[in-house]
């Protein structure tokens, strides 16, 4: 038995180990360690290509490791997105992914369609979600792809909330948000985390926001994690820098 299972501590929500992956033979991912502290936010910062989004993918159970384990909650597991979802886990991947042609409240029906909710809980998880991102309801109306980056970014996030996921993967949310636009979002979901434990993986390069709202960094380089710390570790922008 583990010493943090024998003090009777929570085991890491996810975690992997000595993980391998690649597309087509090329390695992209290799020996990788990673734990996820249960109720806290894990920041991963790399350069372009260093492999964040396949390790979102691989743990969502989109893309199949060569080598190593995955573990929820402590117990082995092979991800498949629908168990994975079952589990709790939800995953907003880089790139909004909202339905550009639908309204945003068809889209969250959509969305509470494929989660099997009936009209009265899924009517309650949508005002728990608009309480949380109130601004949701001024384009509530509107076609999701008429919306601005930000917009649509609440609206995915939004989406992925109302199956009150205990796990959140948020792959590169800031993309093409200016950092006060990126701000405005991440601080309701930082409150919501604190307030219901919610473990949230956040994969960034805009590293002075995500820092703001996380409780841990792990930097990764060439497909392994080369650092892990707090966000005052790395508050010297040149470390950082030569970490990249
Ligand atoms: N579907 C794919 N097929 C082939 N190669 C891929 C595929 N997806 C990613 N790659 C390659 O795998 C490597 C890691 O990509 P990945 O998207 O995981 O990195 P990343 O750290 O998320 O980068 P970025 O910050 O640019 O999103 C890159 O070299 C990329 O070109």
New binding site residues.
């Given amino acids: 038995m583990s010493a943090s299972l024998q003090q009777g501590a929570a085991p890491p929500a996810l975690a992997v180990r000595g993980l391998g992956a690649?597309?087509?033979g090329?390695e992209?991912l290799s020996g990788l360690d990673l734990e996820l502290p249960q109720g806290e936010v894990l920041c991963l910062v790399?350069?372009?290509?260093?492999?964040?989004?396949?390790?979102m993918?691989l743990l969502f159970g989109l893309h199949a490791p060569s080598s190593g384990s995955i573990h929820l909650r402590g117990q082995p597991i092979t991800p498949r997105p629908d168990q994975m979802a079952r589990e709790g886990v939800a995953f907003v991947p880089?790139g909004r992914g909202v339905f550009p042609g639908l309204a945003v409240r068809e889209n969250f029906e959509l969305a509470l369609w494929s989660a099997r909710l009936d009209a009265t809980e899924g009517a309650r998880r949508t005002e728990e979600v608009l309480e949380v991102l109130p601004r949701i309801r001024e384009f509530w109306t509107r076609r999701a792809g008429t919306l601005s980056g930000g917009q649509q970014q609440m609206v995915s996030i939004g989406r992925a909330l109302l199956s009150r996921p205990s796990i959140l993967l948020l792959?590169?949310p800031s993309i093409g948000l200016a950092p006060k636009t990126f701000q405005d979002l991440m601080t309701p979901i930082r409150a919501l985390q604190q307030r219901s434990g919610m473990t949230i993986l956040l994969?960034e390069?805009n590293v002075g926001e995500a820092f703001a709202v996380s409780d841990h960094v792990a930097v990764?380089k060439s497909g392994r994690i080369i650092f892990r710390g707090v966000p005052a570790d790395l508050s010297d922008h040149a470390k950082l820098m030569e970490m990249f």
């Avoid at 790399?46 to 396949?54: C, D, L």
Wanted: overall charge neutral.
């Fill in positions: 690649g597309y087509g090329r992209v790399g350069h372009n290509g260093a492999g964040k989004s396949t390790l993918r880089e792959d590169e994969v390069q990764m």
